[in-house]
């Protein structure tokens, strides 16, 4: 069990351009979520998965981001057409069960130019 | 949808002495409550949850937090503050299904010598 792991760390990309980020989940773990974090501000929902199945989507998940669970194993998460707006910190977690807290990963920090 | 405000951005205190920080929830049910603290850089690592049960919870580090169904609070106390608890520090509600996880805006700790 080495933990939630993200890839890549850092990701700088121009605007206009597609970017895909992934998420590894801890193996056992049944849920998987995805989370936004600008600077100074808490995590904000963005989907939630249970296995491969995509349960909840934020409003803040424009038709430009779309997230994938294949297999209920890893998932991606795909920004197309970014914009500058999009530039955060975005964080996967994944739990097991309804009585677990979640387990984050490092994140993925995405920069726009 | 459940919400949390931590009414303290930033805190300050010496080292050694005791910590409070204070968050307010708002959910129509017995919600499920959390503590996580992020490090510069770094993804939460959950300090403590509430799900049921005693009202006193324990967590890691020293930490503990007391849920007040009356107050809708879920404060998070240390009596001894090491310079290593410097970081932000999270409060989190979620639903009773525990796949809905929202977060407050954080709340800052500073560690003087």
Not at chain 1, 92 to 108: D, I, V
Not at chain 2, 34 to 44: A, D, H, N, R
Not at chain 2, 63 to 76: G, M, P, T, W
Not at chain 2, 83 to 96: H, N
Request: glycine share 8%.
């Amino acid at each position: 069990d080495t933990g939630v792991s993200q890839n890549p760390r850092h990701k700088i990309t121009k605007r206009g351009q597609n970017v895909t980020f992934r998420c590894d989940p801890i193996s056992e773990h049944n849920r998987l979520y995805w989370y936004r974090q600008t600077l100074g501000q808490g995590p904000e929902f963005l989907t939630y998965f249970q296995n491969e199945a995509q349960l909840e989507k934020s409003r803040l998940l424009s038709d430009r981001f779309s997230a994938e669970r294949p297999k209920g194993s890893f998932s991606t998460l795909e920004i197309q057409r970014t914009e500058q707006g999009d530039s955060a910190m975005y964080l996967c977690a994944s739990s097991l069960g309804q009585t677990n807290g979640y387990t984050f990963g490092s994140g993925t920090r995405l920069t726009v130019v | 949808a459940q919400s949390v405000t931590q009414p303290d951005i930033h805190i300050t205190v010496s080292e050694g002495a005791s910590l409070e920080l204070r968050c307010n929830y708002s959910y129509g049910a017995t919600p499920y409550l959390f503590w996580y603290v992020q490090s510069p850089g770094q993804g939460l690592q959950l300090l403590l949850k509430y799900f049921s049960g005693d009202t006193l919870v324990q967590g890691i580090k020293g930490f503990e937090a007391e849920f007040k169904r009356s107050q809708s609070s879920f404060n998070l106390r240390k009596p001894s503050v090491h310079w290593s608890d410097a970081a932000e520090y999270f409060c989190a509600v979620s639903d009773y299904n525990n796949n809905d996880m929202r977060f407050g805006a954080g709340t800052r700790l500073t560690v003087k010598p």
